[in-house]
Nanobody, 125 residues
């Protein structure tokens, strides 16, 4: 089992920044990649960003390109999501998730094996 715990959410104004953290514990050695998803009120969970543990390759949703950056700390099993230039439409519960499948596209919920509890991000205008 892998346990994931998010932190760093909160309330910010439009244009502000937040850094989310995802701490992984348990049997993490088989993890291929970790992704970030978000779920806004009344909407389905959507892909935000992902990073592969081995090579550090990253991918982003077009809606966050140039504003969000995903990074990792391999030694401490930590993944981060730096969010800049936040907009009200970024308001959502943000989840980190890990997949064991190396062929995963990383953009779909069903590809992930473990999920955190989520952290609320609210952007006011």
């Amino acid at each position: 089992q892998v346990q994931l715990v998010e932190s760093g959410g909160g309330l910010v104004q439009t244009g502000g920044s937040l850094r989310l953290s995802c701490a992984a514990s348990g049997r993490t050695s088989g993890t291929y990649a970790t992704g970030w998803f978000r779920r806004a009120p009344g909407k389905e969970r959507e892909f935000v960003a992902a990073i592969r543990w081995s090579g550090g390759n990253t991918g982003y949703a077009e809606s966050v390109l140039g504003r969000f950056t995903v990074s990792r700390d391999n030694a401490n099993n930590m993944v981060y999501l730096q969010m800049n230039s936040l907009k009200p439409e970024d308001t959502a519960v943000y989840y980190c998730a890990s997949t064991l499948t190396y062929r995963a596209t990383l953009r779909f919920v069903h590809e992930y094996d473990y999920w955190g509890q989520g952290t609320q991000v609210t952007v006011s205008s």
